[in-house]
């Protein structure tokens, strides 16, 4: 594998279900973050991570949690979501603060 | 609040013609910025990065940044139908780790 890979690339669920999105990035950055894409709207950063240390986080609602358990791997946990939660969930990586950031696949998720 | 304009478009361009792709930020002690290529149910690429004034040219891709006037363009020369796409302005501020990203401008070159 090479680059930033995201499991799974589509997932649909219902209000009540509990789901997680896992990143896993191979080029030894540092940083790691979760972007959300609605249509019509610019990416929204949700969350930062640097050296597996929450350093920035939006205003993002509780039934988001992200987890970082090393420098390598990023989940998203996600429970009670709300249909206006439906959009393109993006994982990111960076080598440091201001460099360039690199994505993956992201995961296409709907709620219903 | 911190904000990243950019014309929505579409902006169509024949083909071998050169495509001018523009963007303003608010922030006026951003460092770092950025040009992603983004297809239609792709995720974004990075196409180009910037940090100082002036034109920085990769191929067929020239940034161009202008810190006093607020304004990053992006130029694509001899374009190509598989240039069509979405591309996004990002501008990282003067502290922190997030980018600000523009809507993007949407890209057709036609045939």
């Known amino acids: 594998e090479t680059g930033v890979t995201q499991t799974p690339r589509h997932l649909v669920m219902g209000m009540t279900n509990k789901k997680s999105l896992k990143c896993e990035q191979h080029?030894?950055?540092?940083?790691m973050y979760w972007y959300k894409q609605s249509a019509k709207k610019p990416l929204e950063l949700m969350f930062v991570y640097s050296l597996e240390e929450r350093v920035e986080n939006n205003s993002v609602p509780s039934r988001f949690s992200p987890e970082c358990p090393n420098s390598s791997h990023l989940f998203l946990h996600l429970h009670t979501l709300q249909p206006e939660d439906s959009a393109l969930y993006l994982c990111a990586s960076s080598q440091a603060q201001g460099h360039e950031q690199y994505f993956g696949p992201g995961t296409r998720l709907t709620v219903t | 609040q911190k904000e990243v304009e950019q014309n929505s478009g579409p902006l169509s361009v024949p083909e071998g013609a050169i495509a001018s792709l523009n963007c303003t930020y608010s922030?006026?002690?951003?460092?770092?910025f950025f040009w992603y290529r983004q297809y239609s149910g792709k995720s974004p690429e990075l196409i180009m990065s910037?940090?100082?004034?002036g034109d920085k040219e990769d191929g067929r891709f020239t940034a161009q940044l202008n810190k006093a006037s607020q304004y990053v363009s992006l130029l694509i020369r001899d374009s190509q139908p598989s240039d069509s796409a979405t591309y996004l302005c990002a501008v990282n501020p003067h502290s922190g780790y997030a980018l600000n990203f523009g809507k993007g401008t949407s890209l057709l070159v036609t045939p």
């Open positions: 922030d006026r002690g951003s460092q770092s």
């Open positions: 080029l030894g950055h540092n940083a």
């Open positions: 910037i940090y100082s004034n």
